[in-house]
Each structure stands twice: as structure tokens, then as C-alpha cells.
């Protein structure tokens, strides 16, 4: 009790701990208050002025504009509507990777998936792949009854030149969202006992960290456009 740590060199940490202590500190005052006057307090309070909260309402009901969070989280961004349905269009179009399906034909594709899904289950059982008695095969079989179809929408790369979008197509509860779950998570068990694989950027600053290199040495990166969909899943399976 009484303790406090020595004041950290770095601004960035100062701030934060000195907003946290004001959180707790309203914290602690709204908990110390009786439930009937805290909830008539909380009922009417504003953490915004009347003119932030206009300001934040004209954004919300302006039609002109999409928000969006930016592609390698670096903030929230304000994007032209027709701009960002001019780039959705774009992308979408690309019959190499994107194929229209009639919205007629949804229930049998739902049917279709459903199938397959339950089949998938069975010989991974048949074939000891799916431990028996763990619930593995229970909770794959979750998304029998998931059909939320998922929304795209995009994240644009406001580090690239000239701006571009970020298809993100959050599907949380689709039918193959358990199995993706189960399936990510074996995958990066395998994943991290490759020696060409790194995690994350901290992996990186590892690797490189004490790295002689002679003075003419050339350092190259590259970036691969639509990763994902260009991967051929038949020969990512076989290579797995």
C-alpha cells in the first residue's frame, strides 16, 4: 500500500497510466454510490459535449460517406461513398476470383455445404482424424445451424500508392466457421515449427536482432496482391 513505481521516460506510458488512474478513480466513486442514485446519474450522462455528440451524429446519418477501420490498424478513416462502391465494384469483378451466385440458388448451396460439412465429420471419425469423445466432432457440427450470410465490406490500405481495398468478409457464423476455428488452430501448431515461418513482427525483430550483414549485402522484401485467393487450395491441402 502507498507504493508508487518510478515515472517512466516514455510520454506514451505516462499518459496511459495517468488515464487509467482517472478511470478508476470515477470507477471506484460510481461503485461507492447507491444503485438508485447511480442509475438516475448514468441514465442522463454524457462523456461528450452537445457539440461532439452532433458532430459524431452528422457522420453516423451522412449517406456521402463510409467509415471504416484502416487496413494494418492505423486508424479509423472517412471514405467517399462513391469512391469505396466504385473499388467494392472493381474488385468484386474479378471473375478470376469472384463468381456471382443467383440468390435463387442460396438454399441449395445451403443444402449442398450442410451435406458436405456432415460427410467431412464422419470420415474424419471413420479415419481416427477426429478424436472420439472430446466434443471436436460435436462442435464442428455446429455450423449444421449457422446460416448467417456473411457481409463484405473493405478495409483500405492507406500505406499503398495509390489507395486500394482490403476485402474482409467476417464469417463468424457461417456454416464452416466452427471448423475454420478448429481447423486454424491445428494448422498453427504445424505452422510454428517451420523454420521459414514468423508469427508475427516481434519474430521478426528476433531473427534479425544481433544479424551481422556484410556492408554490400541487399535486403529484399516483396508483397504477394490477393494472397489468399490466389492460393490453390488443392495444392495447398497436398503440401499440408
Given at each position: 500500500p502507498g507504493f508508487r513505481p518510478p515515472r517512466s521516460k516514455s510520454a506514451?506510458?505516462?499518459?496511459?497510466?495517468?488515464?487509467?488512474?482517472?478511470?478508476?478513480?470515477?470507477?471506484?466513486?460510481?461503485?461507492?454510490?447507491?444503485?438508485?442514485?447511480?442509475?438516475?446519474?448514468?441514465?442522463?450522462?454524457?462523456?461528450?459535449?452537445?457539440?461532439?455528440?452532433?458532430?459524431?451524429?452528422?457522420?453516423?446519418?451522412?449517406?456521402?460517406?463510409?467509415?471504416?477501420?484502416?487496413?494494418?490498424?492505423?486508424?479509423?478513416?472517412?471514405?467517399?461513398?462513391?469512391?469505396?462502391?466504385?473499388?467494392?465494384?472493381?474488385?468484386?469483378?474479378?471473375?478470376?476470383?469472384?463468381?456471382?451466385?443467383?440468390?435463387?440458388?442460396?438454399?441449395?448451396q445451403l443444402h449442398r455445404m450442410r451435406t458436405e460439412l456432415h460427410g467431412i465429420v464422419q470420415d474424419g471419425q471413420a479415419h481416427g482424424v477426429l478424436p472420439v469423445g472430446k466434443g471436436i466432432s460435436e462442435y464442428l457440427l455446429t455450423g449444421l445451424e449457422m446460416s448467417e450470410l456473411p457481409h463484405i465490406y473493405l478495409m483500405p490500405k492507406i500505406h499503398k500508392q495509390p489507395v486500394k481495398g482490403r476485402v474482409i468478409c467476417p464469417s463468424h457464423s457461417w456454416i464452416t466457421s466452427p471448423a475454420s476455428r478448429w481447423l486454424a488452430a491445428e494448422l498453427n501448431v504445424l505452422a510454428r515449427q517451420q523454420p521459414t515461418v514468423l508469427m508475427d513482427a516481434r519474430e521478426v525483430i528476433r531473427a534479425v536482432d544481433g544479424l551481422s550483414v556484410s556492408r554490400d549485402a541487399i535486403l529484399v522484401t516483396f508483397d504477394v496482391e490477393s494472397l489468399y485467393p490466389n492460393i490453390d487450395t488443392v495444392v495447398a491441402c497436398e503440401n499440408v
Open positions: 506514451a506510458v505516462e499518459s496511459f497510466l495517468s488515464d487509467m488512474e482517472r478511470s478508476l478513480a470515477a470507477a471506484a466513486r460510481v461503485a461507492s454510490t447507491p444503485a438508485w442514485q447511480r442509475s438516475a446519474r448514468l441514465r442522463y450522462q454524457h462523456n461528450l459535449s452537445p457539440e461532439e455528440r452532433w458532430a459524431l451524429e452528422s457522420l453516423r446519418i451522412d449517406t456521402s460517406i463510409i467509415i471504416k477501420p484502416a487496413d494494418k490498424n492505423l486508424g479509423l478513416t472517412i471514405m467517399d461513398r462513391s469512391w469505396y462502391d466504385w473499388e467494392m465494384h472493381r474488385q468484386l469483378g474479378d471473375r478470376h476470383y469472384y463468381e456471382p451466385v443467383a440468390s435463387a440458388s442460396l438454399a441449395s
